[in-house]
């Protein structure tokens, strides 16, 4: 089945710093990949879509400055955290979707992201 | 918008035994995809089973099934014979098929149903 690997599985990063995630579809091609973010016991919630060569489309009262996400090719998405601060801390999950109207998701293992 | 509801917070169930997990959904659309995700402490998300909302049948899949009934936009799941591997957080989700290209096309999660399995 479709599998997508998401890296690091954890991160420790100092405050100030700059953290990049990466979201890859291993045996398709995502032409949307989608970001969430997870805080404990609680949901998911939509970060931002990033559709293959154009710019991603943010949630309200996510900051695109500081969430960078980028969709450079079919396979590959990444999230970079700029600047991180300790309230950045949380799981960041990744999902591809193949391109037509499959309704198929396929979601990455995450990234517990932690900020010191 | 649409929204996603899950009104059981935690739930508990004997193993081998049968439990059933809410859902409820509100859409003015008529045409839609609805989710079970299970997310175990891993926190990898496992699609669990699925239901197009045009189908009047509802989905089964081995242990687990579900109760669509789309006039009262309820969408329950049903284990059975649960295992103790079954124990984790199961999240229903909507998506829309109308958006499903651009930047649309996103599952819209309920807050989740921790279930817990006794041996």
């Known amino acids: 089945g479709a599998v997508v690997s998401q890296h690091p599985s954890w991160v420790i990063c100092k405050s100030g710093t700059s953290v990049k995630i990466e979201c890859r579809s291993l045996d398709f091609q995502a032409t949307t990949m989608f970001w969430y973010r997870q805080f404990p016991k609680q949901s998911l919630m939509l970060m931002a879509t990033?559709?293959?060569?154009?710019?991603?489309?943010?949630e309200q009262g996510v900051e695109k400055d500081k969430f960078l996400i980028n969709h450079a090719s079919l396979t590959l998405s990444t999230l970079t955290v700029t600047s991180a601060h300790p309230e950045d801390s949380s799981f960041y999950i990744c999902?591809?979707?193949?391109?037509?109207?499959?309704?198929?998701?396929?979601f990455g293992s995450g990234t517990r992201l932690t900020v010191v | 918008a649409q929204t996603v509801t899950q009104s059981q917070p935690e739930m508990s169930v004997q193993e081998a035994e049968t439990v059933t997990l809410s859902c409820t959904y509100d859409t003015s659309e008529s045409d839609y995809y609805l989710f079970w995700y299970k997310q175990p402490p891993s926190r990898q998300m496992i699609l669990v089973i699925r239901q197009e909302a045009y189908k009047q049948q509802n989905a089964t899949e081995n242990r687990f099934s579900v109760n669509f009934q789309k006039a009262a936009k309820s969408f329950s799941l049903k284990i059975s014979d649960s295992q103790l591997g079954d124990a984790a957080m199961y999240f229903c989700?909507?998506?829309?098929?109308?958006?499903?290209?651009?930047?649309?096309?996103?599952?819209?999660f309920g807050k989740g149903t921790k279930l817990s399995v006794k041996p």
């Open positions: 990033s559709n293959e060569g154009s710019k991603a489309t943010y």
């Open positions: 989700a909507y998506r829309s098929v109308s958006n499903y290209g651009g930047s649309q096309g996103n599952l819209i």
């Open positions: 999902s591809a979707r193949e391109g037509g109207r499959n309704y198929g998701y396929t």
